[in-house]
């Protein structure tokens, strides 16, 4: 019995290794040499441009660490910094940090589970969808979210052991690294300053405590400096770069992306348009009522309880913070994507039955898996783009939209493509496009559901005299669909495109009043 135990246990952890490593790096050059995220495609801008007499990247949305980290890699390795390169090297450091993530989350599980329920707490993070995807875009989540899980894992090791400054040094080192990566993660200080605070009422003595909190902020500090140097050498620019984001992010500022979040309830959104698709619709709805249960059960004198405490307040805190902003971008919420595996084995260890508990891990697990499906397949935009050559003439007239990210990698030179700025030139000029235009494309859904235009109610009813006869739909959402979420989600890696074709020719006229 002992030696069956042993064996299977042996499995799951070769199975959990593998499938680590397949889901975060199987098919990191997925786009076909096309690279469909705006955030990826600025920060690989600016990796290209540094040189090793000139570190400063000129781009201050995101700090220097992670370009500082893909360009020394890079040259270590003798290969040149050009785009794509760039664009590889910031995917690898996504998926390797996605990789750390699932082993440091099954490390701070073992706090609050046995070892079944621990190794079952990494199997949900692997089949993470919205972990599986931030792996494979070459920004700075994984990363945040690495260094956010690692700063509460410290927090709980403090709580624990009276000597740990070591521990403080730690989180000081790795807050200066995120703090180098993006200035707003200040706040993941936030469970090291709750755990201090859990020790003085505890009776820890002061001063001990005060040089540790030292410790923390001068480690912090030069991390900070070292890793993003030029956001002090040319502090202006960092700062207007910030108060832009700031504008930005609180709707102060308004530009065409944000427009999706006009009207929008704070905290809800998440819960309707990121949460449900990045953890998977049975994950969601299993850590919800985890969530529930956990609160409805808590005793705050029990160890794993007050681990439990240390976990869910900095992470209360922060989604408070984030969720109450204008814009809600997904990469504001995902460091804590981490919390939904958690509270799904909470609620699956609280099973009885094991029939209950088998099924309830295997459907768990089946959103990641039926996600993995964009990897498998040629990118969309690719797909759309062979079909549009094989089914529409040549020296077709098609009308397009900018602001798509990237337009659809159409290689035929002989259509005349003409794209319109919905966003800025609306309705100018458009019936004149409509009377020339023998095809229209809808690349994804950025446009019409960023705005209520009378454009798009008329062309999908028909009313403009164009017919659908195609619409490439990516299924890679299980039970969900994709072009409800927030942008994030689909635009950039699986977006539904719509063509259309020009069945009834109306007026200059018609087309003015349809407007």
Not at 201 to 214: D, F, M, N, Q, R
Not at 476 to 485: R, S, T
Request: aromatic share 20%.
């Amino acid at each position: 019995m002992f030696s069956n135990r042993k064996f299977f246990s042996g499995f799951l952890i070769i199975f959990i290794v593998l499938s680590s490593i397949f889901t975060r790096f199987y098919k990191l050059n997925w786009g076909n040499d096309y690279y469909f995220h705006p955030d990826e495609g600025n920060m690989a801008s600016a990796l290209s441009r540094l040189q090793t007499n000139d570190l400063d990247p000129k781009f201050y949305a995101y700090g220097q660490f992670p370009l500082y980290l893909g360009f020394f890699t890079l040259k270590i390795f003798n290969i040149s910094n050009s785009f794509s390169n760039s664009i590889f090297i910031l995917r690898f450091y996504a998926a390797l940090f996605s990789i750390l993530s699932i082993g440091l989350l099954y490390f701070l599980s073992q706090k609050i589970f046995s070892l079944k329920f621990s190794l079952l707490a990494t199997l949900f993070t692997i089949f993470s969808p919205g972990l599986i995807q931030i792996a494979h875009f070459g920004t700075t989540e994984s990363l945040l979210i690495f260094i956010f899980l690692l700063e509460i894992y410290l927090s709980i090791t403090i709580y624990q052991k009276k000597e740990n400054y070591w521990q403080y040094i730690l989180a000081g080192i790795f807050g200066g690294i995120a703090l180098a990566t993006k200035i707003s993660s200040l706040i993941f200080f936030g469970p090291i300053f709750l755990v201090t605070l859990m020790k003085l009422i505890k009776g820890e003595k002061i001063l001990p405590i005060i040089s540790k909190i030292i410790l923390l902020m001068v480690f912090t500090l030069n991390f900070y400096i070292i890793s993003s140097p030029y956001n002090l050498a040319n502090s202006q620019d960092f700062l207007s770069s910030m108060r832009y984001e700031t504008s930005v992010a609180t709707g102060e500022f308004q530009v065409f992306y944000t427009t999706q979040f006009k009207n929008t309830s704070p905290y809800l959104f998440q819960f309707q348009k990121i949460f449900p698709y990045s953890s998977g619709i049975f994950q969601f709805i299993f850590a919800s009522i985890g969530l529930v249960l956990l609160l409805k059960n808590w005793k705050l004198k029990e160890d794993k309880h007050l681990y439990w405490f240390i976990i869910l307040i900095p992470s209360l805190v922060y989604f408070l913070y984030f969720g109450q902003l204008y814009v809600k971008w997904t990469r504001f919420v995902s460091p804590l994507f981490f919390l939904f595996p958690l509270l799904s084995t909470f609620f699956i260890s609280l099973l009885k039955s094991r029939f209950c508990r088998l099924v309830s891990i295997i459907i768990a697990c089946l959103p990641g898996l039926y996600f993995m499906k964009i990897y498998f397949n040629p990118d969309i935009r690719i797909v759309a783009s062979s079909w549009i050559e094989n089914n529409i003439p040549v020296n077709s007239k098609i009308l397009s939209e900018s602001g798509n990210v990237i337009d659809i990698p159409i290689t035929d030179k002989n259509y005349q493509i003409a794209n319109y700025d919905f966003y800025n030139n609306y309705p100018n000029n458009l019936p004149n496009h409509l009377l020339a235009t023998d095809y229209i494309i809808v690349p994804s859904r950025r446009v019409f559901k960023n705005y209520d235009l009378k454009y798009y109610q008329n062309l999908f009813n028909g009313s403009l005299g164009f017919r659908q006869i195609n619409k490439i739909s990516p299924d890679y959402d299980l039970f969900l669909n994709a072009e409800d979420a927030e942008e994030t989600w689909s635009v950039f890696d699986h977006p539904t495109i719509r063509i259309y074709k020009k069945v009834d020719q109306l007026t200059l006229e018609e087309y003015e009043a349809f407007l």
